[in-house]
């Protein structure tokens, strides 16, 4: 996995993901910026890494608070919660009712593990993701919006990564 490699091999202390997500709430909308404050997921590396029990994967608090700062002085609609890490990008049997009656805002596929790998090594790091869709309503970005549109969260994630050292 890239994280694992930029950690080890370029010795990376604070990563910033980037990346979208489905909106499985109702007052999340498309285009929404999300920090992911934490990562529920169906991914069996931390049951084998932890012989059975769950952890709870999260992100640094230094770089949350900043990127909500810098989102929140842009005038950004931000979101900050949990979000699901999912292994399966087209399941035929999701279950995102319950998870959004937990209150998890979004599905993607990399939060846990980068929260975990970072946790393991001492590192920083954080999810910025954009609404590229809502799976409740199916309401979705094209190609060409999802190219041109999502220049938000970069700007929060470039501009956290400047004031957090």
């Not at 990562?39 to 608090?61: C, E, I, K, Q």
């Not at 998870?99 to 990399?110: F, I, N, S």
Request: glycine share 6%; hydrophobic share 40%; proline share 2%.
């Amino acid at each position: 996995i890239y994280v694992n490699e930029l950690i080890q091999s370029y010795h990376v202390q604070t990563l910033i993901r980037v990346g979208t997500c489905g909106a499985i709430q109702k007052d999340v909308n498309v285009r929404d910026v999300i920090l992911a404050m934490s990562a529920s997921t169906d991914s069996n590396m931390n049951r084998l890494t932890f012989r059975g029990r769950d952890y709870a994967p999260t992100a640094n608090f230094a770089l949350l608070r900043t990127a909500y700062e810098v989102g929140a002085e842009k005038g950004l609609p931000l979101k900050v919660g949990s979000v699901f890490t999912a292994d399966m990008f087209y399941n035929d049997e999701p279950d995102w009712e319950t998870w959004a009656r937990y209150g998890v805002l979004a599905v993607e596929m990399e939060t846990a593990a980068l929260y975990t790998l970072a946790a393991k090594f001492g590192r920083k790091a954080l999810s910025v993701l954009t609404v590229s869709d809502h799976i409740l309503t199916g309401e979705e970005t094209t190609a060409q919006e999802r190219q041109t549109t999502f220049n938000d969260m970069i700007e929060v994630a470039l501009e956290t990564a400047i004031r957090v050292e």
